[in-house]
């Protein structure tokens, strides 16, 4: 093991009074400090901030291992967790460990089982996790974001992308707030909710991952970032992880879902847009500062413009910009 990989097993195996075989990054996604952890007769998933990260965010990691345990209990398809500190025990760190699903990765499954069935399976999944109560959520005492507040969210990060990239993201977020539709009862949003984040065995989703933003928040939020994200490989809009691996139709997702109409969706996937715009531009700036090195995000410079361009057309028409907000 590396350094860092030694230091984190020495501390782990003091905390869990237990043997720590070895410790690994994991390679896939860029979801940040997460490492295989091999235990006497199991292996687990380690999730640790990035060092010298403040505790807020998509850094807090013990409000995610809440959040994991909690949705866990409910009977979610979600890691069990199995040791959790909100203390800097491991590498001056808090920490989760859960345990480690078996299934596959979208780039396995895509192509040996129909499409329309995966999104049947992400769909179902989507909609227990909606019907759970907010108690049951682990986050309950937070309040709901509203969808003005989703766009100064994604403003944020935005505002700090490079900015030969963004020059339509003012107009686009004009638009947003201009024709916001009628918001309905919070529910929790994993907001993150692709195939890339997702475990399955056939078409069947065994695992949801990656709770860093989850929310509580509007539930067409979750079904337009399959949708944005599924197709944005394959229909152009450049290489994104998960994307292009799933295509299935709007129509088709909006059936198997139920209760949106196509108007109310796009608004919605135009905020997606916008997000997703916001969050590979943001993380380029940290690459490009060298604060969190990843030379894949040079290659989304293009998806970046893209985004914000569809997300434009999505809006900039007579009937969506009477909106409904």
């Known amino acids: 093991m590396g350094d860092i990989a030694a230091i984190i097993a020495t501390d782990l195996a003091a905390y869990l009074d237990q043997r720590v075989r070895a410790v690994t990054p994991i390679p896939e996604g860029h979801s940040g400090f997460t490492y295989w ?9 380690l999730r640790l901030p990035p060092p010298g990260a403040r505790i807020s965010g998509s850094a807090d990691i013990p409000r995610q291992g809440r959040l994991m345990d909690a949705l866990n209990r409910a009977g979610l398809p979600v890691p069990a967790v199995l040791a959790m500190s909100d ?42 996790l909606q019907a759970l109560p907010l108690a049951e959520t682990g986050i309950a005492d937070e309040l709901p974001s509203s969808l003005e507040a989703e766009v100064t969210r994604w403003g ?31 529910v929790l949003v994993h907001a993150d909710f692709h195939y890339g984040n997702m475990l399955f065995r056939g078409a069947q989703v065994v695992a949801v991952l990656d709770w860093e933003i989850a929310e509580l928040g509007q539930p067409l939020l979750d079904l ?15 290489n994104v992880p998960g994307g292009g691996t799933v295509v299935v139709s709007d129509r088709d997702l909006l059936q198997l879902y139920g209760e949106a109409d196509a108007g109310e969706f796009n608004w919605y996937l135009a905020l997606t847009f916008y997000k997703y715009a916001g969050i590979l531009g943001y993380n380029l700036m940290l690459h490009r500062r060298g604060k969190r090195p990843d ?20 809006l900039d028409s007579p009937q969506a910009r009477r909106g409904t907000g």
Do not use: K
Not at 37 to 45: H, I, N, P, T
Not at 99 to 125: F, M, T
Not at 224 to 238: D, E, K, M, P, T
């Open 295 to 314: 030379p894949s995000y040079e290659d989304r410079t293009r998806t970046i413009v893209n985004f914000l361009d569809e997300g434009i057309r999505l």
């Open 87 to 128: 203390q800097p025990v491991v590498d001056g760190r808090p920490f989760y460990l859960v345990e480690a699903v078996e299934g596959e990765r979208i780039e396995r499954v895509a192509g040996g089982v129909p499409d329309r069935d995966l999104a049947a399976s992400a769909i179902h999944v989507l909609r227990t």
């Open 224 to 238: 337009a970032c399959l949708s944005v994200i599924a197709r944005s490989g394959a229909g152009g809009q450049g």
């Open 37 to 45: 952890v091999e235990l006497d007769g199991s292996r687990a998933v």
């Open 156 to 186: 944020w990060l935005m505002d700090r992308a490079p900015t030969e990239l963004t020059g339509s993201a003012p107009r686009l977020a004009e638009l947003l707030l201009a024709t916001r539709p009628a918001e309905r009862q919070p």
